[in-house]
């Protein structure tokens, strides 16, 4: 009787330490043994190569990607939709970069170690539907409210510092009046003015706009948050207490595929009291 043995391919597990023109992968065999390093570029044409190189040493079991949150998401975008499965890998912590020194090839290596002992095994946030729409509504909604806070500081200030003048026109205005009224001042054009009347009434006037301006960008951006939230998990808004941002801080949390949180310990304490996580249940798929 004659005996054939074929080798099937091994399974190959990568690891990636990305960064913002630059991914450095490693290859290992399912033994951990490493096969080889070799850097892309972080852009599609070098995703594509980076899956197929590891490709080249047998089908890819599953890949750990560093910063999937920030210069890793494309590239775990990428492979998710080729099909491989993406681990997310948490960074070394710096004390341990400082005592054995910042090496990206070392780096890559430990992450694909990390994904194929199971050390890693969380999924990465999806990042392609309604939820990733929300989170940068959110980034720029807290930008607009960080600067309309700094911009009214600094009305009030120039108000305690100006000429008796504007100090008393001004005193006594409630914040939430105060920007108009900086706002509608007007500095005098004749010649011989007091210069600093004239520069301290340029300065109101134009912090008083930029806070103007920065209620209409909030107004616009709840606006859009309302009409995703709503669409995305409106069983969020239904319960009592919780708001639009509320729901759209619980929902950036989940990430578009909440699935991947497994316990009430994954969302992480801050998030987890405003409301609890059993009204996105295991599992259920968020609406498009």
Not at 143 to 151: F, H, P
Request: hydrophobic residues 45%; glycine residues 10%; contains cysteine.
């Amino acid at each position: 009787m004659t005996v054939t043995i074929v080798d099937a391919a091994r399974p190959v597990t990568g690891g990636v330490d990305t960064h913002l023109d630059l991914n450095v992968a490693a290859a290992l065999d399912p033994i951990g043994g490493l096969l080889a390093v070799a850097e892309f570029p972080a852009t599609s044409a070098g995703h594509r190569d980076l899956l197929g190189w590891l490709s080249g040493f047998g089908p890819v079991a599953r890949a750990g990607v560093e910063g999937t949150g920030s210069y890793g998401a494309g590239l775990a975008r990428f492979l998710r939709a080729a099909g491989v499965e993406v681990v997310e890998v948490d960074r070394p912590s710096r004390q341990a970069r400082r005592r054995s020194g910042k090496s990206d090839p070392l780096d890559a290596i430990e992450a694909a170690r990390a994904a194929l002992s199971g050390r890693a095994c969380g999924a990465p946030k999806s990042r392609d539907g309604n939820v990733e729409a929300i989170r940068a509504l959110l980034v720029a909604k807290r930008s607009a409210r960080s600067a309309k806070i700094q911009a009214l500081n600094q009305i009030r200030h120039l108000s305690f510092t100006a000429p008796e003048e504007l100090r008393q026109r001004l005193a006594g205005v409630s914040r939430h009046h105060l920007a108009a009224r900086a706002a509608g001042l007007r500095p005098p054009t004749r010649e011989g003015a007091d210069p600093v009347i004239a520069a301290t009434k340029t300065a109101l006037r134009m912090l008083g706009r930029r806070v103007l301006a920065l209620d209409e960008e909030k107004a616009r951006i709840d606006a859009l948050l309302t009409t995703l939230v709503t669409q995305t998990a409106p069983q969020l808004l239904a319960v009592f207490g919780v708001g639009i941002d509320t729901a759209a801080a619980l929902l950036v949390t989940a990430g578009d595929n909440p699935g991947r949180l497994r316990s009430e310990a994954a969302w992480g304490a801050p998030v987890r009291h405003r409301a609890h996580p059993r009204l996105l249940r295991q599992g259920d798929p968020l609406p498009a």
